[in-house]
């Protein structure tokens, strides 16, 4: 059974940072991008940030120079280094692994970010 679970949410007054974590379990790690996307309400779900197996990374312009994604092998774990919240960060934060046949995705944490 694959789980990925993600932890690490909360609610962070603007300029704060907070970092996600996202444990995936049931499936070969190493070999899957993994990735960190958001959904803020009315709002389609987006791109944040992704890392290959190799690890390239992609991120979204709305983010870079403020957040970075990584990953820890050894324990199955990606995760999700944010600084410098604003208040349009405020989403439910998902957590995505992509392989060559297969996508798997978290249920979700919620980041607010207001004062």
């Known amino acids: 059974q694959v789980q990925l679970v993600e932890s690490g949410g909360g609610s962070v007054q603007p300029g704060g940072s907070l970092r996600l974590s996202c444990v995936a379990s049931?499936?070969?790690?190493?070999?899957?991008?993994m990735g960190w996307y958001r959904q803020a309400p009315g709002k389609q779900r987006e791109l944040v940030a992704t890392l290959t197996i190799g690890g390239n990374t992609n991120l979204a312009d709305s983010v870079k120079g403020r957040f970075t994604i990584s990953r820890d092998n050894a324990k199955n774990t990606v995760y999700l280094e944010m600084s410098s919240l604003k208040p349009e960060d405020t989403a439910v934060y998902y957590c995505?692994?992509?392989?060559?046949?297969?996508?798997?995705w978290g249920q979700g944490t919620q980041v607010t970010v207001s004062s």
């Open positions: 995505n692994g992509r392989g060559i046949i297969a996508n798997y």
């Open positions: 049931g499936i070969n790690f190493r070999a899957y991008t």
